[in-house]
């Protein structure tokens, strides 16, 4: 059984006869009977009855019809696996960020990173501080970015880069109108928290980062 076999078998069902399944497929109407032939020498069953109306699906033809599909999508998928440039292997990132920096800080750094490194396929969530801790504890993310660390086992935490804050005050007026409370830490680095392994951490982008937000 091969790939053009299964096609071939569902290009028939869509055209509704081996001479319109012929011409979709852009080979003879001897070519497609010959594939089916050999497909239900293969499966040892019988896949369609034909007649002047067409061709009908068998039982046994009905049964195969969700493999064949599943056959087409896993060669599409491998075939998209390799064309990826460099012959990369897709990889996979989950990474969560805080509220206050996914936009614009957090979406500059992912369009760059897509950019820059087509082969990985990144997932991303915004949300409080507390839940994306929470996440990458049950592992339900790779990393984190976030501006207070908390150094919990098994996390590693990395800083990213660190944060100008600039006091401005009006000349017209001597004391002024706005008092902010930051905490008991000051928001002043981006941190980067994470389960990563070291070779994970070294093809994890931060050289990207600091370069997409000093």
């Not at 070519?31 to 061709?55: D, K, M, P």
């Not at 908390?150 to 006091?167: A, S, T």
Request: aromatic share 6%.
């Amino acid at each position: 059984m091969d790939i053009e076999q299964a096609r071939t078998f569902l290009e028939i069902i869509h055209a509704g006869t081996f001479a319109r399944a012929a011409e979709r497929l852009h080979v003879t109407q001897t070519t497609v009977t010959a594939r089916v032939q050999a497909l239900e020498s293969a499966l040892n069953c019988r896949l369609f009855v034909r007649n002047r109306a067409g061709a009908k699906l068998t039982k046994s033809g009905e049964a195969f019809v969700s493999p064949a599909k599943n056959m087409l999508e896993a060669w599409e998928q491998a075939k998209q696996l390799c064309d990826i440039s460099d012959y990369q292997a897709q990889q996979t990132l989950s990474i969560g960020g805080e509220i206050s920096l996914w936009n614009p800080i957090l979406i500059d750094w992912l369009l760059a990173m897509s950019d820059d490194m087509p082969h990985l396929v990144i997932n991303s969530q915004v949300t409080t501080t507390d839940s994306l801790y929470q996440s990458l504890q049950k592992q339900e993310v790779d990393a984190i970015i976030v501006h207070s660390p908390r150094y919990l086992p098994g996390l590693i935490v990395e800083q990213i880069i660190e944060e100008k804050l600039i006091h401005v005050v009006s000349k017209q007026r001597k004391t002024p109108d706005l008092f902010i409370e930051w905490g008991k830490s000051l928001p002043c680095s981006l941190i980067v928290v994470s389960l990563l392994t070291a070779e994970q951490r070294c093809n994890f982008p931060l050289d990207l980062w600091r370069s997409n937000t000093c």
